[in-house]
């Protein structure tokens, strides 16, 4: 007992030579001086000694832990603000992750079918403001009605937009892949509100723009401007020729030109974006005349398959099916 209370008084006693001495900057005191002195050895002697110890003391609000380093010369640590000795270190995780995030958004946006061509200035505008988000099957990114924040970029998986009837029935209106914009255009909407529902389909990542980031661009960079109104120049001539298909033809045709156009774009099997039931409220027909049709095209061997996967077995008799609604151009 009389050792332990020895050994205890001895540890204080340390304590108050190295507060007395201003040895908790040891840094500042070395770099003052040539060489060893009498006294920085003295100093040296007594922090080894006590580091010897330490695990057998109890902190002290006067002295910050300690740890070794450099052949026994021990330095203070910092682990907050109670502790100002510690040296600063830079966020160096974080700058690293978010220059990531930069690089894979510009190579993301220079790979854009839309913006190919377009001056690197313009990209590094939208690339610094972009965030990436990842979303599960089934999570909803926006809503209809909400304030139009930003417009997506799809880098993995699927987004397809919908809106919902006065009964509550959904209606899906178009599935967004992998490299597509979504919401773009509600970006330059005076109303400033989502005019539909976005939701994920699979798991899927995609790229937040900001409103004011991506019309700040427009404005810099005229080209960009030009391309996007291209783009949403095309989609609503697509749209009218949509609704003069839906209203001219009749639910054999709608159909057999849906499947001719996706073997045409993503080749066989074709692999149907959504639901059998989803699908017959895109096409206009009820989803019982849906099945009824697949079900005898199948049976005249025109297709084969099930559920969501079809294979064209005779595309060109889909094809002359399909030809009083397609147009030239």
Request: glycine content about 6%; proline content about 7%.
């Amino acid at each position: 007992m009389a050792v332990l209370q020895r050994g205890t008084s001895e540890k204080r006693g340390l304590l108050a030579q190295l507060v007395e001495q201003r040895t908790l900057n040891p840094l500042v005191e070395c770099s003052s001086h040539s060489g060893p002195t009498k006294d920085s050895q003295a100093e040296s002697a007594a922090r080894i000694r006590l580091f010897s110890w330490r695990s057998g003391l109890h902190a002290s609000p006067a002295l910050p832990p300690l740890r070794p380093l450099d052949a026994g010369l021990l330095l203070p640590t910092y682990s907050g603000p109670s502790h100002p000795w510690r040296p600063s270190r830079p966020p160096g995780g974080a700058a690293d992750a978010q220059q990531s995030g930069f690089r894979e958004a510009s190579s993301l946006l220079v790979a854009n079918a839309l913006l190919q061509g377009l001056p690197a200035p313009a990209l590094q505008d939208l690339a610094q403001h972009a965030l990436a988000r990842t979303h599960p099957d089934g999570e909803t990114l926006f809503h209809e009605g909400e304030a139009a924040c930003h417009c997506l970029l799809v880098a993995q998986g699927a987004v397809e937009v919908l809106r919902y009837d006065a009964t509550g029935e959904e209606r899906m209106l178009h599935c967004f892949t992998p490299g597509q914009w979504v919401a773009e255009a509600a970006m330059f909407m005076p109303h400033g509100l989502y005019p539909m529902t976005a939701r994920a389909q699979g798991a899927t990542r995609v790229w937040r723009i900001p409103r004011q980031a991506l019309r700040t661009a427009c404005e810099r960079h005229p080209l960009l401007a030009l391309r996007l109104l291209e783009s949403l120049s095309l989609r609503l001539y697509h749209c009218v020729n949509e609704v003069d298909w839906l209203t001219s033809s009749n639910a054999q045709q709608r159909l057999a030109a849906y499947l001719v156009a996706r073997c045409s774009e993503g080749g066989e099997p074709v692999e149907l974006p959504t639901s059998q039931r989803h699908l017959a409220a895109r096409l206009g027909i009820r989803a019982e005349t849906l099945n009824r049709l697949l079900a005898q095209w199948q049976a005249k061997g025109w297709i084969r398959g099930e559920r969501r996967t079809w294979r064209l077995c005779d595309a060109h008799q889909l094809r002359q099916l399909a030809a009083p609604g397609t147009r030239t151009f």
